[in-house]
């Protein structure tokens, strides 16, 4: 028996998200057809982490079994040709043999995210579907000092979305960087886990602080309130990737 990791980016505005569902397609059931109509196979892929519909990676990561070792220059090749065959927003960018032991969820030790708001006032034809456009200004230092509340262990309830499976809200946010880079302004999130929808409502609140809307300290008497209410929108998934996972 092999084990083998994929590295796999994918465009997830017309995915269900990464998990195979009953009506729609995603990123799982892309992968898993396409190894078994090269492999012949039907086998579960399993990945670091969800995401959801419209969402996308740079860097997700998973891994699966098959009897046999395959060369995984031709493994890669194999699964690319049969996602291209169907017009597949999927790929598999890297690929190696990793431990019988590793599991791409369980052994995962970081997971990071980057999120992207397009602030000007034309909308883009280029990035649609790829980015938050927000037509007003946004003023980035604000924004950047509420981000520092967020950092460290808490109680993310304020920041939980709804239907969230997590048995505790409680998390450690090790990372939240703010960048400002031409019309785009980066927001740069890890941790080793989140909850449902914590990173999206966490810059839909971190947003209402650059708008005006909040004040810097708002955000820390909103953490530490606990109510989902007080906290601000859900931002859009189209802006949202899953970037890098680390072991």
Request: proline share 2%; aromatic share 12%; net charge positive.
């Amino acid at each position: 028996m092999a084990r083998y990791k994929i590295t796999v980016e994918y465009d997830g505005t017309n995915l269900v998200g990464w998990q195979k569902q009953d009506i729609g397609q995603s990123a799982q059931g892309y992968l898993e057809q396409a190894l078994y109509d090269f492999s012949g196979v039907q086998t579960d892929i399993y990945a670091a982490g969800r995401t959801d519909a419209g969402v996308h990676a740079i860097g997700q990561v998973a891994h699966f079994d098959l009897d046999t070792k395959m060369d995984l220059y031709h493994l890669r090749e194999a699964f690319n040709a049969k996602l291209r065959d169907v017009n597949a927003p999927v790929c598999v960018v890297e690929i190696e043999l990793v431990p019988d032991t590793f599991h791409a969820r369980f052994c995962a030790k970081k997971r990071g995210y980057i999120y992207r708001i397009l602030n000007r006032r034309a909308r883009s034809v280029l990035y649609q579907n790829r980015v938050w456009h927000v037509n007003f200004p946004l003023d980035v230092q604000k924004m950047q000092k509420a981000a520092t509340y967020l950092l460290g262990y808490h109680d993310f309830s304020a920041f939980r979305g709804a239907g969230c499976q997590a048995k505790s809200p409680f998390k450690t946010l090790d990372r939240l960087d703010i960048e400002k880079r031409g019309d785009e302004i980066i927001f740069t999130v890890e941790a080793k886990s989140f909850l449902y929808h914590q990173v999206r409502n966490m810059v839909g609140t971190l947003k209402m602080v650059g708008d005006n809307h909040l004040k810097p300290e708002d955000v820390k008497t909103i953490l530490e309130g606990k109510l989902r209410k007080d906290a601000g929108v859900t931002a859009p998934a189209c802006g949202l990737y899953f970037n890098k996972v680390e072991y």
